[in-house]
């Protein structure tokens, strides 16, 4: 398994999880894991994904989901889990 | 598993703190490119820079990519080039044409600085370092990407002031080439006392002796995430206020231990070391001095700015070395004034002086750098700060270095603009008064008292 963190950060609107899920499961992405907050008025959302599987190299799809944000008017990141657990667990 | 508030608050540090890896940088052995011909060793060595470090750059793209965090630069450090070059170089004009070999090695793999050009000497220079001592102006005027950097002394040999005298004329020489750039050139020239042979971070490294055919050293950052986590201590003791800096250097140090890991396994480069420096930039929020300030300065150079600093600088290693097994180079607070605009800000309003700065260097890393002085000042004085700051270093064993730019044209009141991560910087005054007598001795100052440990 790899695991990948996938950040959602904007104003909630209708559809944003459906048009992320839409794209992962083209890409032959799992999702594990999906959690979501408000902060300072603001949509915060994150999932945990399986990208061992996944057709494109994670490059391309850092570069597919940032474009994805763009045309919804959110900024969606994803980033391999590693940063996290990293600087958060001894 | 990892939860949505820690997701949050690494994000916050990369986006708004300014969180980013500052280098990694591959140190490179040219020891098997020595050759009697200098043709052959420019061959050579060119070969062996593009070869190893051909996907330097767009290895450390990807990994900023998939990880998400900046990865702002990406460099290259060779054995310093005196013994490289001591069986084929014989006149300046050779040591420049090794220069502008390294550039050109630079400019194909895309980095932007390479490190390297450089001499150690610490007990006497051989030919060759004396030569290529002579040889630094033209080359840093005739380069774009070297940097160099001399050796002048140690703990366990003394400083070899001829040398060090040799060194104020270089630095002198360097910013009179370079003028017609605000002699940009002594922006690329560090001089040093008990310099490491591991520093990833420019313009002072070099690839020692001591180290292996090839190595990948990253050197970490992050003055604006310590600042964000202090701001909440304010008024809490020193217990407290230590506590938030140890574990903030400690997160910063381990995104600095995973893009070191990573980049060494996918280039097949072992891992060196972690150099995890606070190293400020030109940026609002990305400043040593606002540090200072925060724990309670008014501004950086009052009183109580050296013991500020002192406990940062240990507070920043202790959180560092449990992050990575191998922390090396630099390892501190770096204070280059050009860099910092706390620092600017400070010098601009008369509150901080080249002195108070000699003093800083004494607890932290590093030393006088990036400091505009007038274009006026003689080279016995820079000799003179640059024994300054040696003596600091091998008394108390600890690396200290002189990187000032005496700007040609210019004088206090003055500003120098270096563009870029190198800043702008006020014209400081130097004290006036000669110490010409005493840089015009020969010979060396001895190795202190407690250096024989034997």
């Known amino acids: ?90 | 598993m990892i939860n949505i508030s820690e997701v949050i608050e690494t994000n916050k540090m990369i986006e708004r703190e300014k969180l980013d890896v500052r280098t990694i940088t591959i140190g490179i052995s040219l020891l098997d490119c020595c050759d009697s011909d200098l043709d052959r060793c420019c061959d050579k060595i060119y070969k062996k820079i593009t070869t190893i470090a051909k996907d330097l750059v767009k290895t450390g793209q990807d990994i900023e990519l998939e990880y998400g965090v900046p990865i702002v630069n990406k460099r290259i450090s060779v054995t310093p080039i005196s013994l490289v070059g001591a069986g084929c170089a014989k006149t300046v004009d050779d040591y420049v044409k090794l220069a502008k070999t390294l550039d050109s090695a630079a400019k194909t793999v895309g980095v932007n600085f390479l490190g390297g050009f450089s001499a150690v000497c610490s007990k006497g220079m051989t030919a060759s370092e004396e030569l290529l001592i002579r040889s630094i102006p033209q080359a840093l005027a005739c380069t774009e990407r070297v940097c160099s950097s001399v050796n002048v002394g140690s703990t366990k040999t003394g400083i070899d002031m001829d040398a060090v005298r040799l060194m104020g004329e270089t630095v002198l020489e360097t910013a009179k080439l370079t003028k017609d750039n605000d002699s940009l050139g002594c922006a690329k020239l560090v001089v040093f006392c008990n310099a490491p042979d591991d520093n990833p971070f420019m313009a002072g490294a070099f690839h020692g002796v001591s180290e292996g055919d090839a190595v990948i050293n990253v050197g970490v950052s992050g003055p604006g995430v310590v600042k964000s986590a202090i701001e909440a201590c304010r008024g809490e003791n020193f217990e407290v206020l230590c506590e938030t800096i140890k574990k903030t250097a400690f997160k910063i140090t381990r995104v600095g231990q995973l893009v070191a890991q990573e980049a060494s396994k996918r280039l097949g480069i072992p891992f060196g070391i972690i150099d995890l420096s606070l190293a400020p930039t030109p940026a609002v929020g990305d400043s040593v001095a606002e540090i200072l300030e925060e724990i309670g300065l008014e501004s950086v150079g009052a009183p109580g700015t050296t013991a500020a600093l002192a406990m940062l600088n240990d507070q920043v290693k202790k959180g560092g070395v449990m992050a990575s097994s191998y922390v090396g180079g630099l390892s501190g607070a770096f204070i280059p004034v050009s860099e910092d605009h706390g620092m600017i800000d400070a010098v601009c309003a008369g509150r901080l002086n080249i002195e108070k700065l000699e003093a800083m260097t004494c607890v932290c890393s590093v030393g006088l750098d990036m400091i505009a002085i007038p274009g006026d000042t003689s080279a016995a004085t820079i000799a003179g700060i640059i024994a300054d700051e040696a003596a600091i270093g091998m008394v108390n064993a600890k690396t200290t270095a002189v990187r000032v730019i005496p700007v040609i044209g210019k004088e206090v009141g003055d500003t120098v603009e270096f563009g870029g991560l190198l800043g702008y910087a006020p014209v400081m005054p130097v004290n006036k008064n000669s110490c010409a007598a005493f840089i015009s001795r020969k010979g060396r100052i001895p190795a202190p008292i407690h250096s024989f440990k034997n």
């Open chain 1, 1 to 90: 398994m790899k695991k990948a963190i996938i950040t959602v950060v904007g104003k909630d609107t209708v559809g944003i999880i459906a048009k992320v899920c839409t794209y992962l499961a083209g890409e032959e992405i799992n999702i594990l894991d999906i959690s979501q907050t408000i902060v300072g008025g603001y949509f915060n959302m994150m999932m945990v994904v399986d990208v061992e599987a996944a057709k494109k190299p994670v490059g391309e799809i850092v570069s597919d989901l940032g474009a994805l944000g763009e045309s919804i008017g959110v900024i969606i990141r994803l980033q391999m889990e590693e940063i996290f657990t990293k600087m958060h667990r001894i």
